[in-house]
């Protein structure tokens, strides 16, 4: 006797081959050290490499006091960042959306390279279930080294750089600077 499987059955056997695969590759993409992690089990984030002109030093000031400064504005509609941890060579960070909905989580790794330049790993995360963020996570990193030719202010040091995107789709800079003023 000839067995035949139902439309429903082929589909459902699908999903189910797809959820697999989709679970396999999040589970083998998600253990870089240089991601904070989320609960969520699918999310948007934002993996790049940057290279500054400068020194690890003033870039990561740079870094620290835009996340600390009262005095300086989100240039993403407003969005309140908070320090989590600042040590030796890393950065560990949330950014709260500027209406208070959503918090996403960062990392700054930084390595001293020749000629006083400097490297960074960094990557962003949201921390519910996301597909597309329109470059949210890509923005919570970049403004905070952003310079003035990009219309972003900085707070002491205006810093020359070039990204290198790992894994993060959506980086348009447009969707980086609206609504802070």
Request: hydrophobic share 30%.
């Amino acid at each position: 006797m000839k067995m035949y499987a139902t439309t429903s059955q082929i589909i459902l056997a699908f999903l189910s081959l797809s959820l697999s695969i989709s679970t396999c590759i999040a589970s083998s993409t998600s253990s870089s050290n240089s991601c904070p992690g989320s609960p969520a089990w699918k999310h948007a984030k934002c993996e790049m490499k940057l290279q500054f002109d400068q020194s690890c030093t003033t870039v990561q000031s740079e870094i620290n006091l835009r996340i600390t400064s009262p005095a300086w504005v989100d240039p993403h509609n407003a969005g309140t960042y908070t320090q989590i941890s600042a040590q030796n060579l890393t950065i560990q960070g949330s950014r709260q959306t500027g209406d208070g909905k959503y918090a996403d989580l960062f990392n700054f790794s930084f390595f001293d390279v020749a000629d006083s330049k400097c490297q960074v790993v960094a990557c962003s995360e949201s921390q519910v279930f996301s597909i597309f963020d329109f470059s949210t996570n890509y923005c919570n990193l970049r403004n905070l080294y952003c310079n003035s030719a990009d219309g972003c202010v900085p707070v002491k040091y205006d810093l020359d750089y070039t990204e290198e995107y790992s894994n993060c789709g959506q980086n348009k800079e447009a969707n980086c600077i609206v609504g802070a003023s």
